[in-house]
């Protein structure tokens, strides 16, 4: 089964390439820099390399079971690589944003037709909050509403911040505040409803709304009409949600916007250690009877469960588990695949 790994010099093409390996799938590291691949290569000691500059291309033409997206800016890479893939070949990437992951997602009509999977959002933030709300809406009616949280706690490797990254973080705050009312995206106010969550483990953490994937895969996996997710990576701090809205609005100017990331994206990060020892994926459930349920994903640093996620996603869908179709990682396999890539499920009683 061979899986193709676009970006596979980057920090999570690196990650994902060792646990395919380690999970008995065989891993091609893809890029556009001979140079940087054979040192990734060299480094995590594998030995398939490709290099390319159309990468669409390339993929229609010698066909890999499954290709793995992290080279970013999904909103315009996602559908011409996942398109090359058809028909029969699979895709999955790490988005999470409202533009990109409804985009791929409706391709889910062409996906069947050609006996593809497309899965989006496979990292922890999507999968974190999504597998929850599955297990705790499995077998009950359509509730009313839906909160979800991911609280992720990552240690940060140093180096500059990245191209990549720069621009899925201006991207979400171009986005605005957004939630599900009545069925409908709804806007919102940008790091509305702060909150500092008791975790399980005697720990705290602050979250805020985001317009992230967390959101959309939310209201996927229960149909609620009424749906509000946040983010442990929003700024909670006052100053900050008071400028925010600014800064937003000003980045949807494109000159801005490329400044904005080209200078994020050299800015160097200290090797710093993980900020709490475990990262959460968390939903609060309500049924228009006032019934409501809890429940928590445990999970270590969320880059490794992200790495995993995709890796165990990726390989499953080379055995042909995935069924035809675009969906986000659990919709596609499963809510167990939370655990799989290294999750542990906390049920809690709301009183
Ligand atoms: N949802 C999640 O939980 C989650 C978690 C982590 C990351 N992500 C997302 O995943 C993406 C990758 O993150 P990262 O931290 O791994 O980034 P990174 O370290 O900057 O790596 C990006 C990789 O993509 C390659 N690349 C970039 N643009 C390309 C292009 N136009 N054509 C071909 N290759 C290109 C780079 O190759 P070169 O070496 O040639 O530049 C590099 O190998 C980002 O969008 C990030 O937001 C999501």
């Not at 957004?178 to 969550?197: I, S, W």
Request: aromatic share 4%.
């Amino acid at each position: 089964m061979t899986i193709w790994i676009l970006g596979a010099t980057g920090r999570t093409g690196r990650e994902i390439a060792t646990r395919v390996a380690a999970r008995g799938g065989a891993p091609v590291l893809v890029g556009r820099n001979a140079d940087r691949l054979r040192k990734t290569a060299a480094d995590l000691g594998l030995d398939d390399v490709l290099v390319t500059d159309d990468l669409p291309g390339e993929i229609a033409r010698r066909r890999p079971t499954v290709v793995v997206n992290t080279i970013g800016g999904y909103a315009d890479t996602a559908v011409p690589i996942a398109r090359a893939c058809l028909p029969g070949g699979h895709y999955v990437d790490l988005a999470n944003d409202l533009v990109a992951m409804p985009r791929l997602l409706a391709l889910h009509d062409e996906a069947v037709a050609a006996g593809s999977t497309f899965v989006t959002g496979a990292g922890f933030g999507v999968l974190g909050v999504e597998s929850v709300v599955a297990h705790l809406c499995a077998d009950r009616p359509t509730p009313s509403h839906v909160r979800v949280d991911a609280l992720p706690s990552v240690a940060i490797e140093g180096g500059p911040l990245g191209e990549a990254l720069a621009r899925s973080i201006v991207s979400g705050l171009t986005t605005g505040g957004l939630v599900f009312e009545n069925g409908q995206l709804t806007k919102a106010r940008l790091a509305a409803d702060p909150r500092e969550h008791a975790l399980p483990d005697g720990q705290t953490a602050k979250s805020a709304g985001a317009p992230t994937g967390e959101l959309l895969a939310a209201q996927l996996s229960s149909g609620a009409p009424s749906v509000v997710s946040t983010s442990g990576l929003m700024p909670t701090a006052p100053i900050v949600r008071v400028v925010l809205p600014a800064v937003g609005a000003l980045l949807k100017i494109p000159a801005v916007r490329r400044f904005a990331v080209r200078r994020m994206a050299a800015i160097e990060g200290k090797p710093t250690p993980r900020p709490r020892e475990h990262s959460w994926g968390h939903a609060i459930v309500t049924w228009s009877d006032g019934t409501t349920l809890e429940e928590w994903l445990r999970a270590g640093d969320a880059m490794e469960f992200t790495a995993s996620a995709v890796a165990e996603t990726a390989v499953r869908l080379a055995r042909g588990e995935g069924q035809a179709g675009a969906y986000t990682p659990a919709r596609a396999l499963g809510a167990e695949l939370a655990e799989a890539a290294g999750g542990t499920f906390l049920t809690s009683t709301w009183e």
